[in-house]
Structure formats: C-alpha cells, structure tokens
C-alpha cells in the first residue's frame, strides 16, 4: 500500500508539472526554439554567411537570450545542452539569466534523428538511453521542462503506420521518464513541409500522426494535463503546385486538432517548419481566429523568429542592437498575431 506521505509527494509533484505546463502556454506569450544541436547551427550561421564555432554560437545565443525585454513575450527558451551550460560574455549563466526574467528553461532531450532499418527515407529520433538519468541531471540542474522532436515525413506511401507508430512509442517513453523526473514534456511530431504534397495530404497524415501519438500517449498512462503539443501547421509540401489561403490553412489545423487532441492538454504550439517567417506569422494569426479553443495556442518559432536578426547581425558586435530591434519586432508580431490581431 502507499503511504499517505508518498500520496502527497505526487500530488504536489503532478501539481507542479501542471503549473509548469500552464504556464508554458500563458496566454499573450510565445516559446523561442534555440535548439538547433552545434552542427545544425553552424550550418545555419554559415548559410547566412557567418563562420562557425563555439564562441560564434554562444555570442548567437546571447545575442537573443540577452535582447532585454523579451521577458514580455516569452514564456520559455528552448536551449541545446551546449547553450544550457553556456554563460553569456560576462560569466552568467544563461539559465540563469532566464530565470531572472521568469522564463522557463526548456531543455531538448532528443539525440537526433536515425533512419529505420527496412523503411528507407523514414526516420526515428533517438536518445532514450540514459535518458532517465539526464533528465533527473536537467531538472536538478534548472530545467523545468523538456523538448522531444520526430519527423514524419510525406511521400509516396510514405508515412507507413510503422513508423509513425514506433515515433509515438518513442515520444510517450520520453513523455513518461520526462513527468517521472518533474519535467513537463513538449511533444514534436513534425510533419515535414518537404515535398509536393497537397494540403489535403498534409491533413490527413497530421490526423494520423496526431491519433497514433495521443493514442500511444494514453495506453502508456502519460499523465495529459502535463504535455503541451508542439505541432506543425496543416500546409502543402514545398513543392506543392497548388498554393492555399492562410484561412484554409488555419480550418485544416483546427480541425485536425479538434479531432485528435484530448481537451485535457493544456496547450499547443505551433513550429514554423521552414515557413517564411511572414507566413508563419499570418497563418498563426488565422488560427488564433478561431478561438475559442479548448486548448491554449501558441508559437514555438526557430526560423521564424531567429532568421531576419541573425542576417542583420552577420556575427558583429556592431550589429547587435540593429538584430535586437529586429527580433523585439518579431516577437511583437507573433504575440499579435497568436491573438489573432496582427496586421501586415
Ligand atoms: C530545426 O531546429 C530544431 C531541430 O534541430 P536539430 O535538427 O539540430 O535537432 C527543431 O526541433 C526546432 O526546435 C523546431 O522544429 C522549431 O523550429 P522551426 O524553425 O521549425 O520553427
């Protein structure tokens, strides 16, 4: 039998979770995705013409963490575990620095991505392993809460049900080790934009996906209350000839949510998955539009929010306030438009 004194401890345990999830998704702010691992980063930085190494992306990190005043729009960063343990360029810690301006330190637990064996151009994410242990270390170490990112990828017969299944498995063990060490659990099964399918392809794989991941998420008894989704939009393939209209974009996500999110999740955010940042800006205008909804909606931007200010800064000290300015603007534009107010 359990005592009544462990029946507390979980009480107040699951109790903290749900405070932490809500306050995720605190209406009027939004989530920075900084988590790109060092080689995607400095493909990014050398993309936009700044060369790369570990001094380049922790300067790329302040230069976001330390804008003042996003404190007002931001409710969490998610970070790397180089950035997590990184300090800005007087020796502060930048969970630190979050802390100081309460928002959430959300570290991304995945290891990448690994093609699946007989199912070629599928992909699972891997990094259970260890992974009981390095949340425990995260959660001791300030983290309260964690990211987990799988792709699902369109294509001819592609998805197969296999692997979004085996994606949903391994989102829920996350999910459950997650809660276990009292971190609140982001669960990211990506559609991926790549390709030339049709809107209509994209709903219904994300109708699919998002199924098979609830589905998984409460045969494994991951407690809902303390998960936020973090989903793609329903959009056409980036090859898709036919283009659609931000309001068919926003009645496919919605309705897509609508059937497959238990109204016990606390939040949804959105991912900008290679949208312009335009574009992922009006389209989540359009979704918020379409309140109320059971669940809080926001935006968890990398792209979307990141890439004007870092073509702006170009990795110079000289250009720091210019690429600030330019990031204070997308983050107002998101938070309007996350309450379906944003004009062009
Ligand atoms: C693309 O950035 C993240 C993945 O990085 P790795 O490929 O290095 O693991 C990704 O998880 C990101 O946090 C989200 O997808 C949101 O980013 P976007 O740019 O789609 O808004």
Redesign the pocket.
């Known amino acids: 039998m359990i005592s009544q004194t462990k029946i507390d401890m979980i009480n107040l345990m699951n109790n903290a979770l749900y405070a932490v999830a809500k306050q995720i998704v605190t209406p009027h702010k939004g989530i920075l995705?900084s988590?790109?691992?060092p080689s995607?980063a400095d493909k990014n930085l050398e993309k936009a013409g700044i060369p790369s190494n570990e001094e380049i992306r922790r300067k790329y990190r302040e230069l976001f963490i330390n804008t003042p005043g996003i404190e007002q729009y931001l409710s969490g960063i998610?970070m790397h575990e180089e950035t997590f343990y990184q300090s800005d360029s007087t020796g502060k810690l930048f969970r630190n620095i979050l802390k100081e301006k309460n928002i959430i330190s959300i570290i991304k637990l995945d290891e990448?991505l690994e093609e699946l064996p007989n199912f070629p151009g599928e992909k699972i994410s891997i990094g259970l392993d260890n992974l009981k242990k390095r949340a425990e270390k995260f959660y001791e170490d300030g983290a309260k809460a964690a990211k987990w990112?799988s792709v699902i990828k369109i294509g001819n017969d592609l998805p197969s049900p296999e692997v979004v299944h085996a994606n949903s498995i391994i989102l829920s063990t996350y999910a459950l080790f997650c809660q276990q060490a009292g971190l609140v659990p982001i669960v990211?099964p990506?559609v991926l934009i790549d390709g030339d399918h049709t809107i209509q392809k994209s709903e219904e794989v994300t109708n699919k996906t998002l199924k098979d991941v609830f589905g998984t998420l409460k045969r494994y008894k991951v407690d809902l209350k303390a998960v936020v989704l973090k989903t793609s939009m329903v959009i056409p393939g980036n090859k898709c000839q036919v283009m659609a209209s931000p309001e068919e974009i926003a009645d496919a996500t919605v309705r897509v949510l609508q059937a497959t999110v238990p109204e016990e999740v606390p939040g949804i955010v959105f991912?900008?998955?290679?949208q312009s940042s335009e574009d992922a800006t009006i389209n989540l205008n359009f979704i918020a539009k379409k309140e109320p909804l059971p669940w809080e909606i926001t935006f968890?931007?990398?792209?979307?929010l990141e890439a004007p200010a870092i073509q702006v800064w170009q990795g110079k000290d000289e250009n720091i306030q210019k690429a600030r300015n330019i990031f204070m603007t997308r983050l107002r534009e998101c938070v309007l438009a996350d309450s379906g107010i944003y004009q062009k």
């Open positions: 995705a988590d790109e691992r995607a998610i990448g990112r990211e990506e991912l900008s998955g290679g968890s931007y990398l792209r979307a």
